[in-house]
């Protein structure tokens, strides 16, 4: 009797130092499982434009989604970047609350910015879906993300989660981050998500306006699009072509679409953050 409950004790010790949560690689991860797929799903999940294209009007030009459009092969290229070795390792590096906590890196960053709940830390899991233990914490209840998270890809770069703005952002979120934004010298692109089903709101244009004045070149990334209609997202798209086109300077011309969930938009965001880190070269059409 004793003995089962020593037993018990050290078992319960066990279990809440070391949690029994094995994450596995999701099936959808990697490239060459999205390659077994039926054409019209991979097309899909690859370029997720395409199941857009044949709702629109012969008199809006595809080209305009498809001013960044690698090939498969390059896709490819992309996702070694994302996937760990021995000599490249992804993980998680450390937290900041303000800019002097803020670690000096040489290597090029991308962050991740938009109103809370739209979806920042779930899309940054999705990029690191090949290492699954890298722990990127997502939840239902907004204003989780309560600091600047920042993981390193190899020596390749580095990538940062914000917590969001709006609703139940943190109090100091201001003072985060504004001297983050306006002093990293080594930010290559911030990626500014707008929630599918909402479209771009109020907010999100005093985000828009921080990237405008101080100089940052960014990019829209409509998420949660497995939530949305087609036509409603189609509207959206050519919503925020027009808004980039007529309203902003330094916004990158075509909006991207993803979703975390059914990994749509996936593969084509990491070969956009490899191009825009400087780890991959592409012909002029791309840049
Ligand atoms: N259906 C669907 N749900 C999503 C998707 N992305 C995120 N979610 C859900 O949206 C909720 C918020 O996701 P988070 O990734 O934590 O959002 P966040 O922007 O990091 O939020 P804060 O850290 O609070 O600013 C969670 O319940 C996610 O499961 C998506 O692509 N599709
Ligand atoms: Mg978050």
Avoid: W
Avoid at 4 to 31: F, G, M, N
Avoid at 126 to 152: I, M, Q, W, Y
Avoid at 243 to 269: A, D, M, W
């Amino acid at each position: 009797m004793m003995l089962r409950i020593k037993a018990l004790a050290l078992l319960q010790t066990h279990i809440s130092h070391y949690p029994l949560v094995v994450r596995r690689v999701h099936q959808l991860a990697s490239i060459k499982h999205v390659c077994v797929l039926p054409e019209r799903r991979r097309q899909g999940l690859l370029y997720p434009f395409s199941s857009l294209e044949e709702h629109l009007s012969s008199q809006v030009s595809q080209e305009e989604f498809k001013i960044f459009h690698p090939s498969l092969e390059e896709l490819r290229q992309a996702e070694t970047l994302f996937t760990p070795s021995s000599k490249h390792s992804i993980d998680y590096s450390t937290s900041a609350v303000r800019i002097d906590h803020v670690p000096l890196l040489k290597q090029p960053e991308v962050c991740f910015m938009g109103r809370s709940n739209v979806g920042k830390s779930s899309l940054i899991r999705a990029l690191f879906s090949l290492v699954p233990e890298v722990d990127v914490r997502v939840s239902k209840t907004p204003g989780h993300t309560k600091k600047l998270n920042f993981f390193t890809v190899g020596k390749a770069f580095t990538l940062v989660d914000m917590p969001g703005y709006g609703h139940n952002a943190p109090r100091d979120f201001v003072e985060m981050v504004e001297p983050y934004l306006q002093e990293r010298h080594n930010l290559a692109r911030t990626f500014l998500l707008v929630d599918g089903g909402a479209g771009l709101q109020k907010v999100d244009l005093v985000a828009v306006e921080m990237c405008e004045e101080f100089n940052l070149p960014y990019v829209l990334v409509v998420t949660k699009i497995d939530r949305t209609r087609q036509g409603a997202l189609l509207a959206l798209a050519l919503q925020l072509r027009d808004f980039i086109k007529n309203q902003t300077s330094l916004c990158f011309p075509q909006p991207f679409l993803v979703s975390s969930v059914q990994f749509s938009g996936i593969y084509l965001l990491r070969c956009f953050i490899a191009h825009v880190t400087g780890n991959l070269q592409f012909n002029a059409k791309q840049s």
